[in-house]
Structures are given as C-alpha cells and as structure tokens.
C-alpha cells in the first residue's frame, strides 16, 4: 500500500493509494517518488497523471506519523513536490472528493491540475496551530489571487473546486472535468504533452494592487479573531511573504515559521486536542470492530430541559424519536419547546423550513409504555430520584424488546444500581448529556460494572452519528467532569472565605481563558443544584468541607439568572452579571464569623488553586480507572467545561507546566491553614509521574 503506477498508452498514472485518505506516509511518498522516476525514464511516456485511489486525492499529511522522524524522511514532502516542479515531461494532478493540506501543496507542484466537481479543497493547517509547511503559503497565492488564498490559508475550512473555478483570473484549476476523472485527465495530458517551457505555480507572480494596506488591515482582523492563537497571524505573514520576496526566500520564510510554530503550546494543545478526540473513541478493552446494534428507532422518557434537548440530536441526524410523559401537558410543553428551538434556528437562516419539517414528522410522543416498546434505545430523562428511575427501569425492563438499549441521563446517581432494577444490566448504560443537550458537544458515556461491550461500542458510534464528543468514564459520583469541577467550586468557596469577591474570581479565570467563571457559571446553571448535591453530601462524606457562602446565598433565594440574583445581579430579560453589593456584604459577614483576616489574593493563585484542583482530582479519577487516559480528561474540560482550547486541557496544560512544578504549587496550597490540606496531597499517581518527570499525556 502506497502508490501505484499504471501505463494508459503513453501517459503514466501514478495513483496514491493509502487508505483512508491517502495520507502522504513515507511509504507513499518513497513509491509516488518511484513512480515519477519512472514515468520521467521511459522514453514511450510523453506525460504523468496523479491522482489519489479510493475516497480522496489526498487528505495531506499522514496523522499516524505526526512529530516522528518518519515525516520528515526522504523523500519528504517538500522533495517530492521540487521533484515535480522539476519534471521534464508534464504531469497532471486530477484531483477529487478531498484535496487538503499536503495534497493540495502536492498538487501545486504539479504544472496542470484538473478537478472533479464537488472536490472539497483546503490548506487546514492553521485548525492545529501551524501553517501550511510544505510551499502552500506562496503557491496558492499565486494561483488564486492574495485575497482568495489569504482566505483560504487562515480559515482552514474546505472550499468546493467549482467554486474555486469560478475565482476570476484563477489558475488553480486548468479543467473541472465531469464525467469520469481519469479519462478526462489523461486526454488533457496528452493535450498538453508538447507544451513547452512547462508551467510550473513558483514562476507565477503572486501580486495585490495595494499590498501595504491590505496586509495591514488583514493583520488587524485577523488579530481580533484570532486572539490567543499566534498561526493566523503567520498565515497573513507568509502570504504578504509570497508577494513581497522571491520565491525560495518565501519557501524559507514559510519552513522557518512552520517550525516555530511547531514549538509553541498552542501548537502543541490543538494537536494534542485533535489527537484527544480520535484517540477518546478508542477503548482499551473493547475491540474496534466489535459489532455494534442497529439504533434506527429511539424512545426519549420525560420531555423537561434535557429531554427535549436530547430529542432535537436525534431528530437532526434523522433517527425517529418517541417522547414519552406522564402527563399530555408535559408533552405539550416538551414539543412547544423543540419548535420554538427549531423556529429560532429558521429565522436566523440556520437551517431550512423544509428540514424543520422533515425533523418534526420524525417526533412522536406518548402517555403510554407500549408506545416506545419497539425502540431500539431508550433514553431516560426523568426527575433526578432514584425511587423515580426505579420505576421507570423497572417499566422498562418489563416493555422493552430484547436486546434494546436502556440509557439513563442521570448525572449523579449509580449507574449501576440503576442497572440492577433490571434483569439485562448488560443492556444499561449512562448517556450524561450536557445542557443544552442540543448545543453542547460533550457526552459523557457512562459505563457499568455490567455494560456489555456491544452496547459500548454501539453508544459510541451512535454519538459520533449525533456529532457529539463521547468520553466513556466509569461508575462515580459525578462521573469525570463534575467529580473535578466539584473541586473547582470548593476552591472558589475558599477563596471567597479568603478575600476575593465572585468578580476577582470570575476575572482572573477568565483572562486565563475559561469561557465563564465558577460565579458566572453557577448563575447560569442555577446555584440550587450545587446547594442540592451539597446537602446530600453532609449525610454521605462528611470529610468533605465547603465555604458555606454559597448555602447563604441560597439562603437568601439568589439561585442565579433564573431568579433575576445570584452571585450577580441581574436586569430584567438580560444576562449581564452586575457585581452585587449585597453579596459581598454577606461574603465579608460570612468571612468574619469565621474570623477570617481577608487578604489580597494574586491572580495567579486564583488560577493555580482552580485549575490544579482539576489537575488533582483528574490524576485521582486515572488512578481508579474512571476514565482510562488522560486525553479523555481533557476532551471533557474543552468539550463540556469551555477550558481553554489553547490550552489543551487540564492534565495537557499541567504537562505543559511541568509536573514538579504542578507538585510544589499543592505544597503552597496544602499549607494555607483556611485550604483543605488533605486534599493538596498530590495523588499518588501525580506524584510518581512529577517524580520521575514524566507527564499525564505520553
Ligand atoms: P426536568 O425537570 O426539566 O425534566 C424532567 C421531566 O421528566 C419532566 O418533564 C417530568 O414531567 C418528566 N418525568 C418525571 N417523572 C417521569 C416519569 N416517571 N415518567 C415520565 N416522565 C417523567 O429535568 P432535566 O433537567 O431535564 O433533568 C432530567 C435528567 O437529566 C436528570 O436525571 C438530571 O439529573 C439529568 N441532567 C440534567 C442536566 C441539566 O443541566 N438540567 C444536565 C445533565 C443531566
């Protein structure tokens, strides 16, 4: 596997052939290098034709050897395309379905190119951090024009090539061919085989009326979007190089920032996000192809905020959904709700009226058990009790059919027991949903002492079908994300008690990156919940100490935006958080009864305290076996916590910041008499890696 090569009468295809995507691996490049060798050596060859087999020219490239020596192994990228530009005889790139990254700076080094319709073209290096390496940022400005490439380069999204076409003066792509691809672009080679001196995109001129202001006003756009990542800016850098210095001066412009680029967390972050997400559906004992039960109809039991939202995936990926209530009401209201979401999202042009409609003739709903008993999964939504979801399973277990899935929405109580209302525990699983359950990336797939391995793997797939990140986490309470971010808020507790109001708090995390901090967030979600879990925990771990300030503030029935007060004030019908004076003279009464001096707390320790109880519980969650690695642990916090991005995650950015040094912050942290010092000890787990200065992510 590799490349193959292949005579049509005089002209030599040479076809890229490494599945999935034909990912410009070193075996592909060695044999795709072979392959010109060739063609260039045989007298009765008068052109080459490249192409890519199978779904894709080429999707760049190869992510298996990401970072290794391997990639850049000759013949590497850059080589094989000089190897191109240098050919005596012409070659013909006949690209289609996926032309990214590496592939299409591969086809740039080719002198013709000639497309399928449809085919999605993209340079996405900027997506993890860098910027095309291998001639992208000089070659499609030339081609394309400064402002279509610029566009390209720095948004990394895909771009239809008749649309490409269509760019005035562009000379991308000599022929859109429809029809069969190869046949046509072997007709245009040998249309072309006399063509001398030979075209090649380096001798082209990239050039822009009024370069100066408009790579000043890019710089500036780009700035203001970009905001804590350094590659779109390079982008415009690069490109502005392709017009302002010779060619090779650029390509070494372009390698010297690539490089640059490699070395920077940001960079390191996104590839290891990238990398987090593939590596999140992989499950250390469940093989990948382990067969997996058809899912084409769905029961959803109780219709409120997450039933609801929960519906609205399915129906989007058109999987017939059944909502299933105790009273027509709730029905009612459940359904109201799914169309005023649906209707927004049609006024603001997001999505058709005829999709609408095609979603909304896939819901049906329910008084009556019977009615979802031919599902192929239920998913279970109802009130937060555990005598509510007895009923419920133990229904279930009665109607369903066998070898149907039974799914619970639960996001604190035992899976497990859940699971034993049943007699098919093997047939259990959690599907924790994060609100909005239509919005938020994150699934949490919780798996049970008992979940056979096929349901597993069949709930996974399943979220990939619905567009969601699924993280498996085992049994506990609060499973991975909200057994950490319990930390978290005990830490904000602290640090209130200590000196801070909710605004420092929120401030200081937010310049860090966090999208909302713990005080803003608790307004949003509704501070009664954790005021709920904090009661039933006085009974269950009494080792667990809290600030009592937020059970004053609920006290006073300031549960957040949903009671017009929480942390914040808040004016009617918005969302702007207003610092409350209130508040803070009940966080200073609260701090003296204590007897508590208040002191100036640094933003610095404000971070170090909230993202390092994450990195601490996180190690601890490793060790039990909840989540299996931890890049699962990051997934969580960048896809359901809004972690910054950039940051990789709370157990990549403690990597980042070194172990040891992750370790002598929890020693600061274990010695503040107002902390919890019991539980600044570094895990074990944590404690052993700083030890031998190794990291969480291999
Ligand atoms: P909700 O109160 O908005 O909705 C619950 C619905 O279930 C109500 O419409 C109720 O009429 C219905 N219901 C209650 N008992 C029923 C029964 N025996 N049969 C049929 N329907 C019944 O509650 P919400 O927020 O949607 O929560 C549902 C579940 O999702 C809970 O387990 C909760 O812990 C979990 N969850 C909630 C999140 C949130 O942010 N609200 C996030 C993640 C999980």
Redesign the pocket.
């Known amino acids: 596997m590799g490349a193959s090569y292949q005579l049509r009468g005089d002209v030599a295809v040479i076809t890229l052939d490494n599945p999935p995507v034909n990912g410009l691996g070193f075996d592909t490049r060695r044999e795709f290098s072979a392959g010109v060798d060739r063609a260039l050596a045989d007298p009765a060859v008068v052109a080459l034709v490249v192409t890519g087999a199978g779904k894709a020219f080429s999707g760049g490239a190869d992510i298996k050897e990401f970072g290794s020596p391997k990639a850049l192994a000759e013949p590497n990228l850059l080589s094989l395309i000089r190897q191109l530009d240098d050919s005596t005889k012409p070659v013909v790139a006949a690209v289609h379905s996926v032309c990214m990254g590496g592939g299409l700076e591969l086809s740039l080094g080719c002198h013709y190119r000639v497309a399928a319709p449809g085919t999605n073209v993209a340079l996405p290096e900027v997506k993890l951090g860098l910027i095309p390496g291998a001639g992208g940022t000089q070659r499609l400005p030339r081609v394309l024009g400064v402002e279509t490439a610029l566009n390209m380069i720095v948004k990394g999204d895909p771009v239809k090539s008749e649309q490409l076409a269509q760019v005035p003066g562009q000379k991308l792509f000599d022929r859109i061919i429809e029809g069969d691809l190869l046949e046509g672009a072997v007709a245009f080679a040998r249309s072309v085989a006399a063509q001398r001196p030979l075209p090649r995109v380096r001798d082209l001129k990239a050039t822009h009326p009024n370069p100066d202001a408009y790579f000043e006003f890019a710089r500036n756009t780009v700035k203001a979007m970009a905001k804590n990542f350094p590659a779109p800016a390079k982008c415009v850098d690069a490109v502005e190089a392709s017009v302002k210095r010779r060619f090779d001066d650029g390509m070494v412009y372009e390698r010297e920032t690539f490089l640059a680029l490699m070395l920077t967390p940001e960079c390191k972050a996104l590839r290891h996000a990238f990398f987090a997400e593939r590596a999140a559906s992989k499950i250390p004992d469940v093989p990948e192809d382990t067969p997996v039960r058809k899912i084409a109809k769905l029961g959803v039991?109780?219709?409120?905020?997450?039933?609801g939202g929960i519906t609205m995936n399915f129906l989007n990926a058109g999987i017939p959904v059944t909502m299933?209530?105790?009273k027509q009401e709730?029905l009612d209201r459940?359904v109201a709700t799914i169309r005023k979401n649906y209707e927004a999202q049609v006024k603001k042009g997001k999505l058709k009226q005829e999709k609408y409609e095609e979603r909304m003739a896939l819901l049906s709903t329910t008084l009556d058990y019977n009615g979802i008993a031919d599902a192929d999964m239920v998913i279970e939504?109802?009130?937060?009790e555990m005598g509510?979801k007895e009923?419920?399973f133990r229904t279930l277990d009665e109607v369903m059919k066998p070898g149907a899935i039974l799914a619970s929405?639960?996001?604190?109580l035992d899976l497990d027991k859940i699971a034993s209302f049943t007699k098919r525990p093997q047939d259990v699983i959690g599907t924790?949903?994060?609100?909005p359950a239509n919005v938020m990336k994150l699934l949490e797939v919780v798996r049970g002492a008992k979940t056979a391995k096929d349901v597993l793997a069949t709930v996974m797939a399943l979220g990939k079908k619905i567009k969601k990140t699924a993280v498996v986490s085992g049994v506990c309470d609060g499973f991975i994300g909200n057994r950490m971010i319990e930390q978290y808020s005990r830490q904000a507790g602290f640090l209130l008690d200590e000196g801070c109001t909710p605004q420092q708090v929120d401030k200081a995390i937010e310049k860090f990156g966090f999208a909302m901090g713990p005080f803003r967030m608790g307004d949003l979600?509704g501070n009664d919940i954790g005021w709920a879990i904090r009661k039933r925990r006085k009974s269950e771990r009494a080792d667990m100490r809290y600030s009592e300030t937020a059970d004053r503030l609920c006290e006073l029935g300031r549960f957040g935006q949903k009671t017009g007060a929480g942390w914040y004030d808040y004016a009617a019908g918005k969302r702007d958080a207003i610092p409350s004076a209130l508040v803070v003279e009940m966080i200073e009464k609260h701090r003296e009864a204590l007897g508590i001096a208040p002191r100036k707390i640094s933003d610095e320790e404000i971070v170090g305290r909230l993202v390092y109880s994450l990195v601490n519980e996180g190690a601890r969650i490793l060790e039990d076996g909840i989540a299996s690695k931890a890049s699962d642990i990051d997934m969580v916090y960048l896809t359901g916590y809004g972690f910054p991005l950039w940051r990789g995650g709370p157990m990549c950015y403690a990597d980042t910041q070194g172990l040891f040094n992750v370790v002598q912050a929890m020693k600061r942290f274990a010695a503040n008499p107002h902390d919890d010092a019991a539980f600044w000890q570094p895990a074990p787990l944590l404690a052993k890696l700083a030890a031998e200065s190794k990291t969480f992510n291999p």
């Open positions: 039991i109780g219709a409120g905020t997450m039933g299933l209530e105790m709730a459940g939504a109802v009130f937060e509510v009923k419920v929405n639960t996001s604190t924790h949903f994060f609100s979600a």
